[in-house]
């Protein structure tokens, strides 16, 4: 019994660095512009058809098609901003934008997965693993491709939440998610930090896309449940607090692994939405959300 509970942990810990590696870049949008991004999955899944094509098509190898996965969905989230929510910022006046922002992403998810659909067909595509072989724990076998994630991911979280702390513009970034006014009255462009928020958090989802691309086959729809999936850590982790939502996708994904051990995996996708509630209805802000005034 303990053998299968080390080695679902481990299967957890994989499961949380993808769910960490798009939680956080869903929270940090909503952070700092007050968006929900509900276009999230389709750039995890740009990330995974991009890998296809740089391993598979044009034989690149797979750090250099890692890299380039993850520049091109950055490249893509770069421009949602200026071309689509800047434009309807300066329409809407005063008035109430969120509702006609979740719009305007969910018209974007539409958009990218049908192009998706058109571009490459609904066929399921298999990526070969980055890396081959395994480690023999006695216990269980792990693949060196879940090894990789693991690495790959907690480096790149790490570098992010250095990147807010120290770097000139990732604090810019707090800064203008702290108080937007207040920032751009001290000459913090806000446009240019909107449009790096966005490219940031999708080069996240690019990567998660492109990480788990070998595991599982790569398909337009790929990131949908991943999305609503995210919507429960963001609430759960408290919304906008990116140390919330690192915790709350590794809980997420440890309780969903370790759960098979007790039900049915056909309900393992309804254990974020179940663990989501429990928390909430004893911290109504999430784990980390500050308490309303």
């Known amino acids: 019994m303990i053998e299968e509970i080390l080695e679902f942990l481990i299967l957890g810990l994989v499961l949380g660095g993808i769910y960490a590696l798009f939680a956080v870049g869903l929270t940090l949008i909503f952070g700092v512009l007050d968006i929900v991004n509900v276009a999230h999955g389709e750039f995890f899944a740009i990330g995974g058809y991009a890998l296809y094509v740089a391993m598979v098509v044009l034989g690149l190898p797979p750090a ?8 091109v969905v950055f490249a893509l989230g770069t421009v949602v901003y ?15 934008p969120g509702p006609l922002f979740l719009v305007l992403t969910l018209g974007l998810s539409a958009l990218l997965q049908n ?10 595509l298999k990526v070969p693993p980055a890396v081959k072989g395994g480690l023999d724990l006695s216990f269980t076998y792990v693949s060196n491709q879940r090894i990789l994630i693991v690495v790959v991911a907690s480096a790149s979280l790490a570098a992010l939440f250095l990147f807010l702390r120290f770097h000139r513009q990732g604090m ?11 920032a751009q009255s001290v000459g913090i462009p806000l446009s240019r930090i909107f449009t790096l928020t966005i490219g940031l958090a999708c080069a996240l989802a690019g990567l998660a896309g492109g990480l788990i691309a070998p595991l599982f086959s790569v398909y337009p729809a790929v990131g949908f449940t991943l999305t609503i999936k995210a919507f429960a850590i963001t609430i759960l982790g408290g919304m906008g607090n990116l140390l919330g939502a690192l915790v709350a996708s590794l809980i997420i994904a440890t309780v969903e692994a370790l ?15 179940g663990t989501m509630i429990l928390v909430l209805l004893v911290r109504p802000n999430g784990l980390f959300g500050k ?3």
């Open 115 to 124: 192009s998706l659909l058109a571009a490459a067909g609904g066929e399921y």
């Open 64 to 71: 250099v098609g890692l890299v380039l996965a993850t520049a």
């Open 259 to 273: 759960s098979v051990l007790v039900i049915p995996s056909e309900w393992q996708n309804a254990i974020a939405f």
């Open 172 to 182: 810019a970034i707090r800064a203008v998610a702290q108080n937007p006014a207040a």
């Open 82 to 96: 200026p071309l689509l929510i800047a434009p309807l910022q300066k329409r809407l006046g005063r008035r109430a």
């Open 291 to 293: 308490k309303q005034p």
